[in-house]
């Protein structure tokens, strides 16, 4: 941004309503002009489903893939509400980043992997490499 933007340029962030600090501390600390904008309000639901707990008691579930660690903390959650922490677990957990895996750890999965870079495409290339078959819906 530094490279392409004028010095002390305001920058407008369309973001959801609860946000992590960066980009808006390092923009700010290079002297840009940071306005966060929230766009969107994501809110978690008070149970699990009831076709996530089927599939969880089935043991029909082999990955969980984790793109956001709020995403991963409110589905652990649930998942504890819920009574079903040890049928989560036996899943896979595969991560799109460290910090998404910071609550998964928590949880102790019997395998969890990170994608290689904070991206998609290195997300589905950790599924792609998975070496035990996953269970399919069937």
């Given at each position: 941004v530094g490279e392409r933007c004028p010095p002390a340029a305001r920058l407008l962030h369309p973001s959801g309503e609860i946000?992590?600090?960066?980009?808006?501390?390092?923009?700010?600390?290079?002297?840009f002009g940071y306005v966060p904008w929230p766009v969107y309000a994501a809110r978690s639901v008070d149970r699990l489903p009831d076709a996530a707990a089927k599939a969880l008691r089935a043991g029909s579930i082999g990955a969980v893939v984790?793109?956001?660690?709020?995403?991963?903390?409110?589905?652990?959650?649930?998942?504890?509400?819920?009574?079903?922490?040890?049928?989560?677990?036996?899943?896979v957990h595969l991560c799109l980043?460290?910090?998404?895996?910071?609550?998964?750890?928590?949880?102790?999965?019997?395998r969890i992997a990170v994608a290689a870079?904070?991206?998609?495409?290195?997300?589905?290339?950790?599924?792609?490499?998975?070496?035990?078959?996953?269970?399919?819906?069937?």
């Amino acid at each position: 941004v530094g490279e392409r933007c004028p010095p002390a340029a305001r920058l407008l962030h369309p973001s959801g309503e609860i946000r992590k600090a960066e980009p808006g501390r390092s923009l700010t600390r290079a002297g840009f002009g940071y306005v966060p904008w929230p766009v969107y309000a994501a809110r978690s639901v008070d149970r699990l489903p009831d076709a996530a707990a089927k599939a969880l008691r089935a043991g029909s579930i082999g990955a969980v893939v984790h793109y956001s660690r709020r995403s991963a903390e409110v589905l652990l959650a649930l998942v504890e509400q819920a009574g079903l922490t040890s049928a989560l677990v036996a899943a896979v957990h595969l991560c799109l980043s460290e910090d998404v895996a910071v609550p998964v750890r928590r949880a102790a999965p019997r395998r969890i992997a990170v994608a290689a870079s904070p991206d998609e495409s290195a997300l589905l290339d950790e599924l792609a490499a998975l070496a035990s078959p996953l269970p399919r819906e069937g």
